[in-house]
């Protein structure tokens, strides 16, 4: 599932697990020119890590703290921004609004961590500088006409992962409040650019 990483990370800095490496600050930092591919695949990683801590009930468990929702639609709603993503590059044209919305990755987190190994390896294969359409939606009118914006591989891998970024935020704050025991990386759900701030800070 590693895509474009050259090594599985527990071969990358054998000194960390892979759970450690999923979430660890080096390890987020250890690419210092890492490109679209690869930070989908370190994104997946940490997920896929977290899915498999997660029993079922807890994962389809509606929480006041999203208001009934719960952490597997939020993983659902993640893999479906991705799986509209790939669907897109093979017919050239994203919409994001067309999502599957499958209640099986939403209640079952092997189910979820399944497909998005599978997003990963498609990911892979893909050339980040191939041009692509998408369908912007900006109205909640059922016949309003939807404008076309062009844009590339690339920039929407970079749009998936910080749509990820933000709602692994709120997965982390559901399973703090639905099982607060359970260890969670500081680092997910926190964007890079904050990771590398908590960095600087740590090293002055």
Known sequence: MFGRLSKPPNQIHPRLTNDQQAGNLVY????????????????????????????????????????GSSIGQHFRHIIDFYTCLLKGVEEGRVDYAKRERD??????????????????????????????????DFSAELNEDRPVVVSTVG??????YDHAVHHLAMIKMGLRA???ELEINQAIGVAPSTLKHWGQHKSE
């Open 28 to 67: 987020q930092l250890f690419f210092k020119n890492m490109n679209c591919k690869q930070g989908t695949d370190i994104i997946i990683l940490q997920m896929t890590d977290l899915l498999g801590k997660i029993d079922a009930g807890t994962y389809a468990q509606p929480l006041s703290i999203f208001n």
């Open 103 to 136: 209640v099986q990755v939403e209640t079952q987190p092997l189910q979820a961590a399944k497909v998005l190994s599978g997003c990963a390896a498609k990911v892979a294969g893909m050339n980040e500088q191939a041009s692509l359409e998408v369908i912007a």
């Open 155 to 160: 920039r929407e891998l970079m749009y998936a």
């Open 178 to 180: 639905a099982c607060p």
